[in-house]
C-alpha cells in the first residue's frame, strides 16, 4: 500500500484553534530580519515570549507592506542573487516574488531538510522516480523552477515539460513514454490537458503518482486522471508563491498536514490565513502575511491540519492563474463604454473535466458583447485556457433577475460550481 499523508484515526478530542504550533526562537530572529530591512532600530522588536505576545505585539502584512519588504530585499541584489517572478501586473505594478539562487559554501536549512525528508518519507518524490514538470515556464513564475529544486534535492530525474505542444503533442506523449516518466506534476488545467491529451491519442503514459498545486483539483478532475492513468495517486501540494509549499495532503482526504517547523499559520476572526514562514532561506522575511485564503485549521496530537481552503475575496483561481474580478470589470468597461459594469462571474466544470469561466454582463445584449469577448479571453491569466485547449471562457449578457444575492440581500460576483 501506498503511504499517504492522510490524517490516521482522529484522537477523541480534536479543537479548532486559531493558530498553529508557535515558537518564540525562530519568531524572535525572523522579526530581527525584519527590523533590520526596513531600517528600524533593533531595541524597537517587541519582546516576544509567547503566542499572545505575537498577536498582540506585531501587526498583520498586507499586500502593501508585503510589496514594499520585496522590493528593499531585491535591492541587496548587489550582495546575492534572486531568482525573480512576480504577479502578472495586469492592473497594478507586478509584486516581486523572489527564491534565493544557490551560493557556495551554503548549506540547507533545516526546514529544507524536512521537506525533502517528508515528500521522500511519504513517497511523493523518490530516488529513481522521472518526473515530467508541467508547470508553466513564464515571466511571472518561478514554480517550474522551484519545483526543479525540490526535485533534484529527492534524487528524482526530471523532464522539463513546461506544457504540451498542440503542434507535436504526440512527440511529447511518446518521448515521456520512451524514458519511462512516472510521475507529473502541474496545476489542475495542466494535468487535465495532459489527461486529454493521452486520451485522444492512446499513447500510453505509465504515470504512477500525481502532485498538483495552484488551485483545488475537484471531483471531476480527479476523475478524469484516475481513468486515465488507473491505479495513479494524487498529492496536493499547498502552496503559497512568496513562502513555498505550506502543507501536504493526498486528494480525496480533505486534508493538508501543515509543515509547522517552517510555518506558523493562524486564522482572524473570519478565517483568514495569517502565514508566517519560519524558514530562514526565503528572502523576503514574511511575518503574518495575508495571501488572501481562508481556512479551517485544526490541531490533533500529530500535529496541525488544514480542512479546507477558499479565497477569502474577489481573486480566484482559474487553471493555476490568479484571477483579479476588477481586471474582468476593466475590460467589460473598456470594450462597452459602461464606466462601472455590473458583472458577475460563473465557474463550473464540464462533463470532460475543463473548467469553464463565463463573465456575466448586466443589462448589454449578447450583440455588443464581441469586443469584451475578444479582451477578456487575451487577458494573460485568462490566454493560457485558449492556448492550452484546456478551459473555455466565454461573456455574455444577463438580465437583472439573474443576479444571485447571497443572504444579506448582496449581490454574489464569484459562482464557484466547479466539481
Known amino acids: 500500500m501506498n503511504p499517504t499523508l492522510t490524517q490516521a484515526a482522529a484522537p477523541a478530542a480534536v479543537r479548532t484553534t486559531a493558530h498553529s504550533r508557535f515558537d518564540a ?45 520585496a522590493e528593499a530585499t531585491f535591492a541587496q541584489k548587489t550582495a546575492v542573487g534572486f531568482y525573480v517572478g512576480g504577479s502578472s501586473g495586469t492592473t497594478n505594478k507586478p509584486k516581486l516574488v523572489l527564491s534565493g539562487t544557490p551560493r557556495l559554501g551554503t548549506t540547507p536549512t533545516d526546514e529544507q531538510r524536512e521537506l525533502i525528508g517528508n515528500l521522500r518519507q511519504n513517497g511523493v518524490f523518490r530516488p529513481g522516480d522521472v518526473v ?24 528524482a530525474s526530471i523532464v522539463p515539460l513546461g506544457t504540451l505542444d498542440e503542434s507535436c503533442v504526440e512527440s511529447q506523449l511518446h518521448f515521456l513514454t520512451q524514458v519511462g516518466a512516472n510521475v507529473l506534476v502541474g496545476t489542475p488545467g495542466t494535468l487535465v490537458q495532459i489527461a486529454h491529451a493521452v486520451r485522444r491519442t492512446g499513447i500510453s503514459v505509465p504515470i504512477e503518482r500525481i502532485a498538483f498545486t495552484g488551485e483545488r483539483l475537484g471531483s471531476t478532475k480527479l476523475a478524469l486522471l484516475r481513468s486515465v492513468f488507473p491505479g495513479v495517486r494524487v498529492i496536493s501540494l499547498y502552496g503559497i508563491s512568496e513562502a513555498g509549499f505550506v502543507a501536504i495532503g493526498d486528494e480525496g482526504s480533505g486534508s493538508h498536514k501543515v509543515r509547522e517547523n517552517a510555518y506558523l499559520l493562524e486564522t482572524d476572526t473570519d478565517g483568514r490565513l495569517l502565514l508566517t514562514c519560519l524558514d530562514a532561506s526565503t528572502p523576503i522575511p514574511i511575518v503574518r502575511y495575508m495571501p488572501g485564503d481562508r481556512i479551517t485549521l485544526e490541531t ?120
Open 25 to 69: 526562537a525562530p519568531v524572535r530572529a525572523l522579526l530581527q530580519r525584519l527590523y533590520a530591512l526596513s531600517g528600524r532600530p533593533a531595541d524597537s522588536i517587541p519582546e516576544i515570549n509567547s503566542y499572545e505576545d505575537f498577536a498582540r505585539l506585531v501587526p498583520v502584512t498586507d499586500n502593501a507592506a508585503y510589496a514594499a519588504l
Open 132 to 155: 515530467a514538470n508541467g508547470f508553466m515556464v513564464g515571466l511571472f513564475s518561478i514554480l517550474h523552477h522551484g519545483m526543479n529544486r525540490v526535485l533534484e534535492a529527492c534524487g
Open 300 to 419: 490533533t496530537a500529530e500535529g496541525a491540519w488544514i480542512r479546507h481552503i477558499e479565497r477569502s475575496n474577489l481573486d480566484f483561481n482559474f487553471m493555476g492563474n490568479l484571477v483579479e474580478l476588477r481586471s474582468l470589470r476593466a475590460a467589460v468597461a473598456q470594450s462597452t463604454g459602461v464606466t462601472d459594469p455590473l458583472i458577475d462571474v460563473v465557474l463550473r466544470t464540464g462533463d470532460d473535466g475543463r473548467d469553464e469561466l463565463t463573465v456575466r454582463v448586466y443589462g448589454v445584449a449578447d450583440a455588443d458583447l464581441a469586443q469584451a469577448r475578444q479582451l477578456v479571453g487575451s487577458l494573460p491569466e485568462l490566454r493560457e485556457a485558449a492556448e492550452k485547449n484546456a478551459g473555455r471562457v466565454a461573456v455574455c449578457g444577463a438580465l437583472l433577475e439573474q443576479a444571485v444575492l447571497s443572504g444579506r440581500q448582496k449581490q454574489r460576483q464569484i459562482l464557484d460550481y466547479r466539481t
